[in-house]
């Protein structure tokens, strides 16, 4: 007989985060910068704590090079071959540190990441990433990867539950990624019936993950500044985002132009075009779980950091907290039927 859970779980639309009294008297002492150690590496890293997607559409060597410049981080996603990440770490080792290596699985992913961080140690993350962390076969990944790298800040996931999340940390990684079916372009929960709600997901795992000294990303989900806020409140200690940063110079996919109005292709990791571009189609035994989408030109990506960096200080003034580190000890989260008035259109 299969098991339910009764109790109600929460995604970032079901809250709101209560406002407090508060001593701040300006946003503008509102510290975003926030300094992490890792368990494993034992590495120190100040930055602003929000990450690119490791897409084709986010996780581009421009995207870190406008990200960094802000203190904000990005994933680097898979494609770009040693030669380029050769050149990219000559000519910009100023954004070694805020960048993480990505790679799958598969031997030769591995072998390309080991032959990458010869020439670029100061490389500030690796990330192990899959669509679905729960297999064992990712667990002995993570090991081997630690083993090759005990000097390194390891990222993994995706899982959304506590249990993984403790394997994990076990296993080696320092920062494992919370999210299954949240994502803006993700068709993972229509395709198989899988998934967590998001905002129950960040609160059970980060409170896992901290009690091992370990930390989480809340990877995927947000759609406006006020659920990257949620999101910290819960107790992420870093935010992903793709649809958020998509539609920007920085990021790659066509723009496309039709009726005097201008759109950028963007697409999940595990849609028919990135499989197309990238892996020559479908194979037979999988399916599509990601879509393709066109979003609205948005122009130069510092416009929407900006936009995120001053939401998420009036946030944090809200509710009292003079930096990001301080917001999951001020937050309460109201439940609620209708978060925002929507009468006028999405705000
Ligand atoms: P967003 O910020 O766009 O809501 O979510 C971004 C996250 O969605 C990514 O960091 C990644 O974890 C996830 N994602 C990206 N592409 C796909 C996909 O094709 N399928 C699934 N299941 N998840 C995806």
Request: glycine fraction near 10%.
């Amino acid at each position: 007989m299969p098991t339910i859970i009764d109790g109600v779980k929460l995604d970032y639309q079901d809250v709101l985060i209560r406002p407090r009294r508060s001593k701040i008297k300006s946003r503008m002492e509102v510290d975003l910068f926030t300094e992490i150690t890792f368990p494993h590496s034992k590495r120190t890293l100040k930055s602003i704590p929000i990450f690119a997607s490791n897409m084709d559409g986010t996780g581009t060597f421009e995207m870190a090079k406008a990200l960094s410049k802000h203190g904000l981080l990005t994933a680097i996603h898979k494609y770009y071959t040693i030669e380029d990440w050769r050149n990219f770490a000559r000519d910009n080792p100023e954004c070694l540190g805020n960048v993480s290596v990505c790679a799958g699985t598969s031997d030769s992913e591995f072998q390309k990441i080991s032959e990458i961080m010869k020439f670029a140690p100061e490389i500030a993350f690796i990330t192990c990433d899959v669509a679905n962390g729960y297999s064992e076969h990712f667990l002995e990944y993570v090991k081997k990867v630690r083993a090759t790298f005990p000097n390194h800040t390891i990222i993994a996931g995706d899982v959304a539950t506590p249990e993984m999340v403790e394997a994990l940390v076990n296993a080696g990684t320092d920062i494992v990624n919370i999210g299954i079916g949240p994502g803006s372009v993700c068709t993972t929960r229509t395709k198989t019936g899988v998934g967590y709600p998001q905002l129950s997901a960040i609160i059970e795992c980060a409170d896992a993950a901290h009690g091992l000294g370990a930390k989480i990303i809340a990877d995927g989900g947000c759609t406006c500044v006020g659920d990257i806020a949620k999101a910290f409140g819960a107790g992420a200690d870093f935010v992903m985002l793709g649809g958020m940063l998509s539609g920007h110079d920085q990021g790659g996919g066509d723009t496309i132009e039709r009726n005097g109005e201008r759109f950028k292709l963007f697409y999940g990791l595990c849609s028919s075009t990135a499989m197309k571009i990238h892996s020559g189609g479908v194979a037979e035994y999988r399916s599509v779980e990601g879509k393709t989408v066109e979003v609205p030109y948005k122009g130069d990506v510092k416009v929407t950091v900006f936009d995120i960096l001053g939401g998420l200080r009036s946030a944090c003034t809200y509710v009292g907290a003079e930096s990001l580190r301080e917001l999951p000890s001020r937050t309460t989260f109201v439940r609620c039927a209708r978060a925002v008035n929507t009468v006028f259109g999405p705000s």
